[in-house]
């Protein structure tokens, strides 16, 4: 069975103090979770302190991006060679919002992703539509351009060290969610995908997050589903009660 992966991506919030406020209260109400994987992912100002705050705890950091680049005269990035210094875990690739505001690609995707894993950390490689492109009825050409994309020239040895975050980006801070049908559809479809590019054993280990305003109460239907193995958490992942109800009602997919 594949090892569910719930993630906080706490995006452009949260000073220092308040980061650790945070992590202090997951780390009380969280610390007997062993059976699935737990990940915080703050903005790169805290990484250093909530690294500190988590030692030997069972909760995983992961940073929010990284460059393609291991050093050089790339001012304002942070690479992967830093993140893993510093104690991060996973590192997540090709957010909707880098790709809407920041002008990700699937090449840009793709360069990070690789030198992510030659770096031995663990990429979260997001995909998924906007609105115009789900009405248009374009939702699986997006997700293959994604992913054909974003995993090319990748083995079959690392990319099962990758995991893949859908967001239906028409659902990220709309107030909308993908109903679990639609949710599971995209990721059986994901699935099926990844058995066209790799084969049977990648498509059925591969873990599949979904990511699209996940709350407490929406995240029992969701994470029921067969295919989907966690989720990216936004806004519910700023609090901690929202938080740790998503963790707890996760942790009892497979018991």
Excluded at 29 to 42: F, G, H, Y
Excluded at 132 to 147: L, N
Excluded at 205 to 218: A, C, F, H, T
Aim: charged share 30%; aromatic share 6%.
């Amino acid at each position: 069975m594949r090892r569910v992966i719930i993630a906080g991506n706490w995006k452009m919030n949260k000073t220092i103090s308040e980061a650790l406020e945070l992590v202090n209260g997951l780390k009380r109400e969280l610390c007997d979770i062993e059976d699935i994987d737990i990940v915080v992912i703050p903005p790169f100002t805290a990484l250093g302190e909530i690294a500190d705050a988590l030692t030997s705890s069972n909760i995983k950091l992961g940073a929010q991006d990284a460059h393609w680049e291991q050093k050089g005269a790339f001012t304002g990035e942070i690479s992967p060679t830093m993140l893993k210094d510093i104690g991060v875990t996973y590192v997540v690739i090709g957010h909707s919002e880098r790709r809407i505001y920041f002008g990700e690609t699937n090449e840009t995707v793709n360069k990070k992703v690789k030198s992510v894993l030659k770096t031995d950390l663990l990429p979260i490689m997001c995909i998924g539509e906007r609105l115009e492109e789900r009405e248009a009825g374009s939702t699986f050409d997006v997700i293959r351009d994604h992913i054909e994309g974003g995993l090319k020239g990748i083995s079959e040895q690392d990319v099962l060290k990758v995991v893949i975050a859908y967001e239906p980006v028409w659902a990220i801070g709309t107030g909308k969610t993908a109903t679990p049908a639609q949710a599971e559809e995209a990721h059986l479809y994901i699935r099926d995908l990844l058995k066209e590019l790799y084969d049977e054993s990648v498509a059925k280990n591969l873990r599949i997050q979904y990511g699209g305003s996940v709350k407490p109460e929406n995240i029992k239907e969701l994470i029921n589903q067969e295919d989907i193995d966690g989720a990216l958490v936004g806004g519910a992942s700023l609090k901690t009660e929202e938080f740790v109800s998503i963790v707890k009602e996760s942790a009892k997919k497979g018991v």
